[in-house]
């Protein structure tokens, strides 16, 4: 942990440099069109507030949800119990103000909607039209709060829109929404959006390299109905030649593949799932291969030496994304379902103090 502490001078300027960062966002009122509009919305609900959560939430899900009826049950589980009354006439955007007469109606009419104390004809307008009309106002702020957090919704409408970012210096791996493959049809579905990925992305790099050109991160568990450790052998023998494709078609084009990560239990899995196809021969003295670690794993360390030792071991170069992890509610909650005796993930604060051990000792070693 004391690796981790800043030094006084260091952490002053530190501390100077992200203040004059949010500053400087926060006096950027002058924004137009869409960017302006998602902009007001996220001022006015903020996460610190519970309806700031169910917005992020909603605008995160809505765009992967095809289905009416699954879409009314989520906008109704994070609506009704919301505060919106609160935010009234707050903020100077006539967008913002008209959302959130839309959120406390919404809210109401879903909350209330079977209570004694709604009157007949109130129940009668919103079974007609009402509660539908505004779900589909909800949903379509929702969608326009999400694109700002989305690349596209396609791939080629995802390189499209990273192209300014791109001339700009930044770089691009893109992931694809979704989740785990539940049967085997999901998998080869998946497989074939990956493969099409792949194909476009390596167009669109345009032989840059896997440095200075965009990349791909791979969910195994969306290439495999039984990702788990209990399947080892199934995965093994099934999974692993599907993620081998991928990567030799990633090499055609020389782009970077990540694996990209998940729960804690599949950890050790996708460990091992890396090392076999960093030691394949048709992959020898290619640099494109990556991994995706959690910061906030207790393992962290220990995963970083092992990424180490295996770049040394197989002779190549690994890309490594450090990232905070996104699983951690869902990971305390199985460990106590399960009655583990501690969590695989550290508390909200260690993350960030492991994130730096990690970058400052890890990164100064030769891989």
């Known amino acids: 942990m004391e690796q981790a502490r800043l030094s006084p001078p260091v952490a002053e300027q530190a501390h100077k440099l992200a203040y004059q960062l949010a500053e400087k966002l926060r006096n950027q009122k002058s924004a137009s069109g869409r960017a302006g509009m998602v902009q007001g919305l996220l001022q006015e609900f903020s996460l610190s507030s519970q309806e700031g959560v169910a917005l992020m939430c909603l605008a995160e899900a809505l765009l992967r949800i095809p289905d009416k009826a699954t879409r009314d049950a989520l906008i109704r589980d994070k609506i009704s119990n919301g505060n919106w009354q609160s935010h009234i006439g707050r903020s100077p955007s006539l967008f913002v103000n008209a959302a959130t007469w839309g959120l406390l109606f919404t809210g109401r009419l879903v909350s209330t909607h079977n209570e004694a104390n709604l009157s007949r004809s109130l129940n009668r307008i919103i079974g007609k039209s009402g509660e539908p009309l505004i779900r589909k106002g909800v949903d379509m702020a929702m969608r326009l709060m999400g694109e700002q957090f989305v690349t596209g919704e396609t791939i080629a409408q995802a390189l499209a829109n990273a192209r300014k970012l791109e001339e700009k210096g930044f770089r691009y791996s893109y992931d694809m929404l979704g989740e785990a493959a539940l049967t085997a049809a999901d998998a080869q579905a998946y497989m074939v959006s990956y493969q099409q990925a792949i194909h476009a992305i390596g167009k669109a790099s345009n032989g840059r390299g896997i440095y200075e050109g965009p990349g791909i991160s791979i969910k195994l568990s969306a290439l495999h ?74 393992r962290c360390p220990l995963v970083i030496d092992y990424l180490v030792d295996l770049a040394s071991r197989s002779r190549r170069r690994l890309m490594i994304r450090l990232v905070k992890g996104a699983y951690w509610d869902s990971e305390i909650k199985r460990a106590q379902m399960e009655g583990l005796e501690g969590y695989p993930v550290l508390y909200p604060q260690s993350v960030y103090r492991c994130l730096l051990s990690g970058l400052r000792e890890k990164t100064t070693r030769r891989t």
């Open 225 to 298: 109905p039984r990702y788990s450790r209990a399947q080892y052998d199934r995965v093994m023998e099934e999974l692993y030649p599907r993620l081998k494709s991928l990567t030799l078609l990633a090499r055609q084009y020389d782009i970077g593949l990540n694996i990209d990560a998940e729960e804690a239990d599949r950890l050790e899995i996708s460990l091992d799932l890396l090392e076999k196809l960093c030691f394949e021969p048709e992959l020898a003295g290619w640099n494109g291969i990556g991994f995706v670690i959690q910061a906030y794993q207790k």
